[in-house]
């Protein structure tokens, strides 16, 4: 699977970016996606996950109520609505596909990556 994230930019506090993530290949929609990101200077963390059905959605609290994540199958694409962006947003975010029953807030159990999209939101 080969994953190509886009949308990321420069944003002002309280504005909103839409993320996607095209997905290459037939099976997409047996794959679990999540979002993740990485400040300068900081571990990568989760941001966000959706199941394979697109049923179940899962955030971490620092995003909860401001970003939601979607997917179109049809489109062998993952979105990210950022809503409300506050600076400590800023980071290079990544889409990551794990196959499974379950998604994951663990990066380490994502089986393919992204390049990454900055994303940067002045004060």
């Known amino acids: 699977v080969q994953l190509q994230a886009s949308g990321g930019g420069l944003v002002q506090a309280g504005g909103s970016l839409r993320l996607s993530c095209r997905a290459s290949?037939?099976?997409?929609?047996?794959?679990?996606l999540g979002w993740f990101r990485q400040a300068p200077g900081k571990e990568r963390e989760f941001v966000a996950a959706?199941?394979?059905?697109?049923?179940?959605?899962y955030y971490a609290d620092s995003v909860k109520g401001r970003f939601t994540i979607s997917r179109d199958n049809a489109k062998n694409t993952v979105y990210l609505q950022m809503n409300s962006l506050k600076p400590e947003d800023t980071a290079v975010y990544y889409c990551a596909a794990k196959s499974g029953v379950y998604y994951d807030t663990r990066h380490y159990e994502y089986d393919w990556w992204g390049q990454g999209t900055l994303v940067t939101v002045s004060s």
């Open positions: 959706i199941s394979w059905s697109g049923g179940r959605t």
């Open positions: 290949g037939r099976t997409f929609s047996s794959y679990n």
